[in-house]
C-alpha cells in the first residue's frame, strides 16, 4: 500500500542548531514529493516540492531537502534553526502533479526550538 | 493580492446543527479542494472542484455533507446533523491546473475550525 511515514512525531532543536526532518514514503511509481509546513493557527505553506532533475531542491525560508531514490526518503533539512521555524511540518507524496487530492500526507512533525 | 481565505475561523456547534463554511481561492485558480484535518493527523482530502464541477468526493464525505461551488468561485461546505466526531479543522485549498501551469502546487486557507459539542 501507498503511504508515508514521519518517523518523528516531535522533534527539539536549539535555536541556530541544524535540522533534519525524515520523511520515508512506500510508492509504486516515481513520486511527485512534498514539504509542507503549517503553524499554530495558519493554513499550510509548500515549503518545496521535487518533481524531477537535481535530487537536492531548495525551498522557502532556507529549507532545503534531498529525493533518494535507493532508501525511499525525501529528508528535509536546513543548516541553521531559527525560533520562527517552530511549526508542524508535512511531508506528501503524489504520482502526478495534476492529482493533488491523491497526495498522500504524512502524520507531521512538530518541530519546538529552544532559545 | 489575497490569498485563500475562509469562514468562520471558528465555529462551536451543539450536535445536531447545521454548519456552512465558506471558502475564498485565489481568484485565478481553477480548482478548489477541501480538506479535513484532526489533531495529529495530516490532512485528509474530501472533495475538489474544477471550475464549478465537483469532479471527485472522497468516501469519507458522509451524506450529511455536501459542497458547492456554483459559479466555479468561491465554495461553500455544509455539515447536516453534526456529530461530535465532525470536531476537526476544515481547510480549503486552491490550484492552478493547465497545460502551462501545472506546479502541483496547493494554496491553503487557514482552515476553519469546528467544534461539536
Known amino acids: 500500500a501507498q503511504s508515508v511515514t514521519q518517523p518523528d512525531i516531535h522533534i527539539t532543536v536549539s535555536e541556530g542548531a541544524s535540522l533534519e526532518l525524515r520523511c520515508n514514503y512506500s510508492?509504486?511509481?516515481?513520486?511527485?514529493l512534498f514539504w509542507y509546513v503549517q503553524s499554530p493557527g495558519q493554513g499550510l505553506q509548500l515549503l518545496l516540492k521535487?518533481?524531477?532533475?537535481d535530487t537536492l531542491v531548495q525551498g522557502i525560508k532556507g529549507f532545503e531537502a534531498e529525493f533518494k531514490r535507493s532508501q525511499s526518503s525525501f529528508n528535509l533539512r536546513k543548516p541553521s534553526v531559527h525560533w520562527s521555524d517552530a511549526a508542524e511540518y508535512f511531508c506528501?507524496?503524489?504520482?502526478?502533479?495534476?492529482?493533488?487530492?491523491?497526495?498522500?500526507w504524512g502524520l507531521g512533525t512538530s518541530l519546538a526550538v529552544n532559545p | 493580492d489575497t490569498g485563500v481565505s475562509q469562514d468562520p475561523r471558528h465555529k462551536i456547534t451543539k450536535r445536531g446543527q447545521n454548519v456552512t463554511f465558506r471558502c475564498d481561492p485565489i481568484?485565478?485558480?481553477?480548482?478548489l479542494y477541501w480538506y479535513r484535518q484532526t489533531l495529529g493527523q495530516g490532512p485528509e482530502f474530501l472533495t475538489y472542484?474544477?471550475?464549478?464541477?465537483?469532479?471527485?468526493k472522497s468516501r469519507l464525505l458522509s451524506d450529511r455533507f455536501s459542497a458547492e461551488r456554483p459559479k466555479g468561485s468561491f465554495s461553500t461546505l455544509e455539515i447536516q446533523r453534526t456529530e461530535q466526531g465532525d470536531s476537526a479543522m476544515y481547510l480549503c485549498?486552491?490550484?492552478?491546473?493547465?497545460?502551462?501551469?501545472?506546479?502541483?502546487?496547493?494554496?491553503f486557507g487557514e482552515g476553519s475550525r469546528l467544534t461539536v459539542l
Open positions: 510508492y509504486g511509481a516515481t513520486p511527485y
Open positions: 481568484s485565478e485558480h481553477n480548482r
Open positions: 485549498a486552491s490550484s492552478l491546473q493547465g497545460a502551462l501551469a501545472n506546479t502541483g502546487e496547493l494554496f
Open positions: 472542484f474544477q471550475n464549478e464541477a465537483q469532479l471527485e
Open positions: 506528501a507524496v503524489g504520482h502526478n502533479a495534476g492529482n493533488n487530492r491523491k497526495l498522500i
Open positions: 521535487y518533481f524531477s532533475g
